[in-house]
């Protein structure tokens, strides 16, 4: 007994270094979490196990074998055993992308195997900020997508994706956890539910979304759940934004000017009235952005589940408008095993959001110019009690903003439900067929009242008014299909096929009337009980159906050789029963050289080629555009004593014959990764050429149309570009950093323009066949007459002066074609409104607990009409005036700028180019700066506490000399026209982020 | 396993059966659906009257083309653009206030008309007569419209469509000159001279009449000085069979408010309501649009309206250089203008809307005459957009004093027979016989001529005449006047013999369409 024992003791110094033993340990991140279901496999063979939900494992070992410690994500570790005991393990996230899963269209593919154009956004790059529009409008970086918002609560952003295709509008189609969205992710969405967006640009990736995909697909999945214990995360963010402001004259440099022009045409000067306003001052405020968010996840190896709320408030940068919202989401998912062959798959993913809007019912960019710093806020004498100027004294035809704003109220609500429910059967993990039922219902409410009062001079006496209206949107979508994956020795094929059935109505009831009672404080009811007069009412349904059917093979022969084809067939009831479907094929391929076996480079880790050519459609018009209706609206007084009857008749023409746009798109692309995945490069080529738009071109007024331009499947449009991204990403004991920065150049040619038209004017723009859309077209000047001689010597060829009635310190214009006159005639090309380049750029550093991220965006090479500045340099029409404004007179020979001259619009002709201006700007849009506190002070309570500042938009460089050079003017044929355009305010955000 | 897949795919084949995806418009009645009954053709006729009350034609903007444009009227708005198309400064073609949005309000009211005449014949009716008269109006209507257009529009150039089918989007019609437009004026109403009633009952009281339809052919033909056959029109209503409909109102006023309408001097008359009140709008798709008249609100004195019109102070002038026959002034300038002094020169006359006589120390008054037909003031203090004062297009007055003008042109006319139709129109307003003070005109065809230009200005200035007159009389094509209209008034030292006679077409027309000319010298 004791000589055993005494054997046993002396075994036990030699098992810890025996030949085969137990290894224990925990495998963590790099801040520290314990990472569940890591593989620890012994290199060789196929034993190995996996770590639990803390991290640890325990796996047998012999002695020199190499445990090999891997996990998606993360950089996988080899270590060699040696006779631990013990050995925990560090896992840090890999730098490599390629390992990405990427949504594309009903399936999902590995970054590594894309053979289309496709970008993915993180929505980490905003975890500073606050999204208060649509999700469109975080996307500022991506390359190839055109991005421009407005700040002002519940404005949602325009957003393009490689260039103008169409004339319709360049909405792209949103698929929101597998689901074609109609409306998109609107400003109802909450962005803190986002777990990875992807843009899907050309017509491979786009194909399978066919008739909807021309402007490009956004896909946003949204979070799960993961397998683990609940996780809790709040955030709170605020946001404090002021607007840019316009630098107008005080009352004493107003008068100083007014009264010049009233001299310079001999006007007696006019009696200015009392007043001293900052109307700026007035109508522009601090605004407030306050998001709070929280969510609690959490999953078994069965099922998981993602919870959140969401409280989102605005209180405007301006007098007039705020808005509230409030979300709830839940997103579950749960599966059961049949046996080892047959996993059925059942969840949902609910939103529901209540949006408050006090919309804005003036437009104060413009109304705090045309109001006058003489003019006072209030005046009792004035109907409502504002001022806003009278015949006698100071006039001008603005509205007071003030004013507006307190006698009109818009109000519109949106309750809104929308998800989808799904499930899934997966046979031996080859066959999986989904049936996924979307839904959206959005109840709308709108309220519009108006109090008696006047905002402007001249304006008749109006009753008070109350409209309210209540609408209902309904979408269902009917998604089945059916996906098989298999691989048989090199060669692995995905292959989906399915339908899909999309059902929409709206229907809108609205009342009006007017005479609102109101109590003596000046509150006005609020209800159409409570108006007395005239009561009007109507309603209208739209209804919409798309059937469906696609497919698409992926094939991929050893990591190699990729290609992909996909075809989708498409029936819709916007158009006439004979041209109701439409077909749309791709085709692509790929080409990874770097898997080849010629193929060796320690520098380059992938590289890869890819090409694709499809045909894609749009048809973004309204759902009954093709027939022609009788206009029961018309009325008309006859007899005696009178009686209204009623008339009907065709009011709008109407192309019968409206079929499918077509996009044919090619595209051309590189990827590489580099340096030991640390350089990514990706280049891209597209030619795309959309035949057929659909346009509401203008028709001949003869026709004696009315009601819009009928739409017409006539012109036809071509798109090119190229786009570079480079990131680069390191990381050096305690610092990581990565570096993107991407640049787009875009050119837009027409084509043809339809009924054979040559070019097509639309106030200051030209858009000819072989050049781009919206051209400028101005006439040209050449500074300012500063002597009569130079007026004399103004002439034409036989000598007569140009321009007879000048004066000096009248502008001088060019006489382009030579006639003797200054006419429309004589407008020329002046510029053009598309960016020759555009770029954007995404820095991040991290150094232990502090991360630092800077975003840049930017555009060059256009030219921009600035409207407001055209606004206040006329002095025919009493304005506010520049307060820079360098008058030229006998005094001031060599001023800049002409003689203010009252009622007299020589120098102010509106098709000049005097306020055509550069409008290339980098701004720099974020500037974040981040704390997590260390874990030793969390301990066992929070796993994550960040705190962050951050600056936007503080930083421009730009020309122009308008409010924001990043104006938004959706409309294509005057993109570059800053009408006065809400500009995006500049913010201080700051917040923190918990996770338990 | 195998039952699994069955199930699978039987329930993939469910749905990859085709669904249907035709959808029902649940809102609009379309076209080929429209067009088969009595009512449907009545209703399509009433719809072609529902143009007058656009901002394109007799709502609004008219009155800035024909009373402003003229020697009569000008404008001041500080809205320069607005005041630069009434003084011939024509820098936009395309300005829509100004020039395009009346052009395509006249061709929208000849797409309606083209629809009811493409569409009606073919429909049944149980009496044919009723079929006529919807007809006769529609062409009566689509005549007056392509009056309109030729005389704001029409030149020697081929500037003008003529479209008679309804359009399709695509359609480039070619262009015509006035001539041509003159000609289908006149053929158009020549169909509704035989198509229409001498008069209607009181329920559809402001329907074209036969007489309406005689009185527009003449005017149509006076303009081409086509004097005997215009003499030939205008006998029906004054000697002939019409003649028992007509007569001068007892009272000038009775034509210009809401409580003498269609009254026995009442030829034509679009009829205004305002029983859709405000915001009742006037576009095409508005429900109860707006029926009202808009004109008051934009002519109405500063501090009422938007003052962007007013008159020359000449006409004041010329009315007092006379007296009535009870030694007062002619009443027709109580009538028809605010200006300083009105308030001495008629009793009971110092009211200007809410306003007394104090305004005219206002420097934004002073030395103004603003203009008084119309207006509102007479019931109310104030003016808007949905006066229900209906205008009396063409009257009897009117008739008559073109029926003496064509007789005065006209060799073998009876210059006696002119004298005493105007004397007929003074008698009215108690003034003196033409010879009383201007004893030159009764004598001599070239001074009554003369005289009769200023008679028309006294009796009709700003009923939306004095432009179409102007050009008749030639006075927009020699220099001697264009010396006359500047001494009047001073928007003509703008204008160029040969080019401002006429408006240009806008320019996106002749952009669009390689059919059409330009007018001359734009």
Wanted: charged fraction near 20%.
């Amino acid at each position: 007994m004791k000589n055993t024992l005494l054997l046993m003791l002396l075994m036990i110094p030699f098992s810890i270094f025996a030949q085969t033993g137990i290894v224990t340990g925990r495998v963590v991140d790099s801040s520290n979490m314990p990472i569940p279901g890591v593989n620890v496999v012994i290199q060789g063979t196929a034993e190995g196990v996996i770590t639990d939900l803390d991290g640890n494992y325990s796996v047998n070992v012999e002695n020199e074998q190499v445990l090999v410690f891997s996990f998606i994500g993360m950089e996988t570790q080899s270590i060699q055993y040696i006779g631990q005991i013990e050995l925990n393990v560090v896992l840090f996230e890999t730098l490599s992308s390629l390992d990405e899963v990427v949504v594309i269209g009903y399936q999902t593919v590995r970054k590594a195997d894309l053979t289309g154009a496709v970008s993915i956004f993180n929505p980490d790059d905003m975890k500073s900020a606050v999204v208060t529009g649509g999700v469109a409008d975080a996307l500022v970086n991506i390359p190839g997508v055109f991005v421009r918002t407005e700040g002002k609560p519940g404005a949602e952003g325009t957003i393009e994706i490689r260039g103008t295709k169409s004339f319709g509008s360049s909405q792209p189609l949103y698929v929101i956890d597998g689901i074609a969205v109609e409306g998109g992710a609107n400003r109802d969405f909450n962005f803190n539910d986002v777990e990875s967006v992807q843009v899907l640009k050309d017509a491979s990736a786009a194909a399978i979304y066919g008739s909807r995909a021309a402007n490009g697909v956004i896909i946003i999945t949204t979070k799960k759940g993961s397998e683990g214990p609940m996780k809790i995360e709040i955030s709170s963010k605020t946001s404090l934004q002021t607007l840019p402001r316009y630098n107008l004259t005080n009352r004493e440099e107003w008068i100083s000017l007014n009264d010049m022009a009233h001299v310079n045409n001999g006007f007696p000067l006019a009696n200015h009235s009392d007043g001293d306003t900052d109307w700026q001052d007035e109508t522009f405020k601090t605004g407030v952005v306050q998001d709070y968010n929280i969510s609690f996840s959490g999953g078994s190896n069965s099922g998981n589940y993602f919870m959140s709320a969401n409280y989102q408030t605005n209180s405007g940068t301006t007098i007039g408008t705020e808005s509230t919202r409030m979300t709830l989401r839940s997103n579950t998912s749960a599966k059961k095993e049949f046996g080892n062959a047959v996993v059925l798959t059942v969840g949902e993913n609910i939103a529901v959001s209540n949006y408050r809007i006090d919309e804005l019912d003036t437009n104060p960019i413009i109304d705090v110019y045309r109001m006058l710093p003489t003019i006072s806020v209030y005046n009792e004498n004035n109907p409502g009690g504002y001022g806003y100027g009278d015949g006698s004294q100071d006039v001008t035809f603005g509205t007071n903003p003030v004013a507006k704003e307190a006698l009109t109220t818009t109000e519109n609500q949106n309750l809104r439900v929308r998800g989808n429910v799904f499930t899934e059967l997966a046979v031996y993990d080859k066959i999986r067929y989904k049936f996924n039922l979307g839904f959206e219902t959005s109840s709308d409410e709108h309220m519009f009242l108006r109090k008696v009062g006047n905002w402007s001079y001249n304006q008749p006496i109006d009753p008070s008014s109350l409209t309210k209206n209540k609408a209902r949107f309904n979408s269902m979508v009917y998604d089945n299909t059916l996906e098989y994956n298999d691989k048989i020795g090199a060669h692995s094929i995905n292959a989906v096929v399915g339908t899909s059935f999309m059902d929409i109505s709206y229907e809108q009831l609205w009342g009006t009337k007017n005479d609102v009672m109101s109590l003596s404080d000046g509150t006005y009811y609020e209800q159409l009980n409570a108006a007395q007069g005239d009561p009007r009412t109507g309603g209208f349904r739209d209804l919409e159906k798309l059937f469906s059917v696609f497919g698409r093979v992926n094939y991929n022969y050893a990591d190699r050789y990729l290609m992909s084809f996909t075809i989708r067939r498409d029936a819709s009831s916007k158009f006439g029963p004979d041209n109701r479907n439409g077909l749309f094929p791709s085709i692509s391929g790929a080409w990874r050289i770097s898997n080849e076996r010629f193929f060796n480079s320690s520098v380059i880790n992938d590289l890869k080629v890819r090409a694709n050519y499809g045909v894609l459609g749009s048809s973004n018009i309204g759902v009954w555009d093709w027939i022609a209706f009788i206009n029961s609206f018309p009325q008309a007084v006859f007899g005696n004593p009178e009686n209204i009857e009623i008339g009907q008749t065709q009011v709008r023409l109407v192309n019968t014959d409206l079929r499918w746009e077509e996009l044919h798109q090619m595209n051309i692309g590189l990827d590489l990764t580099m340096l030991r995945n640390r350089l990514d490069l990706s280049l891209e080529y597209f030619n795309s050429e959309t035949q057929d738009v659909l346009t509401g071109m203008q028709i001949l007024m003869s026709t004696g149309n009315s009601g819009g331009n009928p739409n017409v499947n006539a012109a036809s449009l071509k798109n090119t570009g190229i786009e570079a991204s480079i990131t680069w990403r390191d990381r050096k004991g305690d610092w990581g950093y990565s570096i993107n920065t991407n640049i787009t150049s875009l050119k837009n040619e027409i084509l043809e323009l339809g009924y054979d038209r040559e070019f097509f004017t639309q106030w200051n723009t030209r858009s000819y066949v072989g050049e781009p859309i919206g051209e400028w077209y101005l006439i040209e000047t050449d500074g300012l007459f500063r002597s009569m001689e130079q007026v004399f010597a103004h002439v034409d060829q036989n000598g007569n002066m140009i321009q007879p009635n000048a004066q000096p310190g009248d502008i001088r214009y060019v006489d382009a074609n030579e006639d003797g006159v200054i006419t429309d005639a004589d407008r020329v090309h002046s510029g053009s409104p598309w960016p020759k380049l555009q770029l954007g750029a995404n820095a991040s550093v991290q150094w232990k607990g502090i991360d630092l991220q800077v975003q840049l965006a930017g555009a060059f090479g256009h030219k921009v009409f600035n409207g407001p500045r055209s606004g206040f340099d006329r002095f025919d029409d009493n304005s506010n005036y520049r307060a820079d404004y360098d008058a030229w007179s006998p005094d001031n020979p060599n001023a800049k700028d002409p003689r203010p001259i009252y009622q007299d619009s020589r120098n102010t002709r509106g098709d000049q180019d005097r306020w055509l201006e550069d409008g290339s700007y980098l701004r720099v849009k974020q500037m974040a700066l981040g704390y997590s506190l260390p874990s030793s002070m969390l301990g066992e309570v929070a796993d994550q506490v960040r705190l962050f500042i951050n600056a936007q938009n503080l930083i421009t460089i730009t020309g122009y000399t308008g409010l924001d050079p990043e104006f938004r003017n959706s409309s294509i044929w005057e993109r570059g026209f800053d009408y006065g355009a809400f500009p995006n305010p500049k913010a201080f955000s700051f917040g923190a982020q918990i996770t338990f | 396993m195998k039952k699994l897949l069955t199930i699978l795919i039987s329930v993939h084949l469910i749905f990859f059966s085709s669904c249907e995806v035709d959808v029902m418009n649940p809102n609009d009645l379309e076209v080929r659906a429209f067009w088969k009954t009595e009512i449907d053709a009545r209703s399509g006729v009433n719809a072609i009257y529902n143009m007058f009350y656009k901002p394109g034609t007799y709502n609004r903007w008219i009155w800035f083309r024909y009373d402003l444009t003229s020697d009569e009227g000008f404008s001041s708005s500080p809205w320069l653009e607005l005041a630069d198309w009434t003084r011939f400064n024509y820098n936009n073609y395309n300005f829509w206030e100004g020039n395009a949005w009346t052009y395509r309000d006249s061709y929208e009211a000849i797409y309606r008309a083209n629809q009811a005449l493409f569409y009606i014949p073919q429909i049944e009716f149980a009496d044919e007569n009723e079929k006529n008269k919807l007809l006769g109006q529609a062409y009566f209507l689509r005549a007056l419209h392509y009056y309109n257009v030729a005389l704001l529009w029409g030149s020697e150039n081929a500037s003008l469509a003529i479209v008679l089918e309804p359009s399709n989007p695509g359609d480039t019609p070619p262009g015509n000159n006035v001539t041509a437009v003159w000609e289908q004026v006149e053929k158009d109403l020549a169909n509704s001279i035989t198509m229409l009633p001498g008069e209607w009952g009181s329920e559809d009281k402001g329907r074209a009449t036969k007489g309406a339809a005689y009185a527009l052919r003449a005017k149509a033909r006076m303009q081409q000085h086509k004097w005997d056959e215009a003499a030939e029109d205008l006998e029906w209503l004054v000697e002939g069979d019409g003649a028992q409909y007509y007569d001068l109102a007892g009272n000038f006023k009775d034509n210009f408010t809401h409580f003498t309408e269609n009254n026995i001097e009442s030829v034509f008359e679009i009829q205004f309501s305002d029983v859709n009140k405000a915001p009742a709008g006037d576009g095409d798709f508005d429900i109860d649009p707006n029926l009202g008249l808009n004109r008051g609100q934009f002519f109405a004195p500063p501090g009422i309206g938007w003052t962007d019109g007013e008159a020359n102070s000449w006409i004041v002038d010329e009315y007092k250089k006379e007296l009535d026959l009870d030694g007062g002034y002619d009443i027709r300038l109580r009538e028809s203008f605010f200006y300083e002094g009105m308030d001495d020169d008629f009793p009971n006359n110092d009211r200007i809307y809410r306003f007394g006589m104090d305004v005219w120390n206002q420097n934004n008054y002073q030395n103004r005459v603003f203009i008084r037909k119309y207006a509102t003031d007479y019931y109310r203090d104030f003016d808007d957009y949905h006066s229900p004062i209906n205008v009396r297009l063409i009257r009897y007055a009117d008739v008559l004093l073109m029926y003496a003008e064509c007789i005065a042109n006209m060799p073998g006319g009876d210059l006696a027979e002119a004298v005493a139709l105007v004397n007929r129109v003074r008698a009215r307003v108690d003034m003196p016989d033409l010879g009383a003070n201007y004893p030159a005109s009764v004598v001599s065809k070239d001074a009554f001529l003369k005289r009769l230009q200023m008679e028309r200005a006294l009796e009709l200035n700003f009923e939306g005449h004095r432009w179409a007159d102007v050009k008749r009389w030639g006075l927009v094509d020699s220099q001697e006047g264009l010396v006359e209209l500047r001494s009047r008034d001073a928007s003509f030292n703008n204008f160029e013999i040969g080019k401002h006679r006429v408006m240009p077409i806008p320019s996106s027309e002749i952009n669009n369409n390689p059919g059409l000319t330009q007018n001359p010298n734009y």
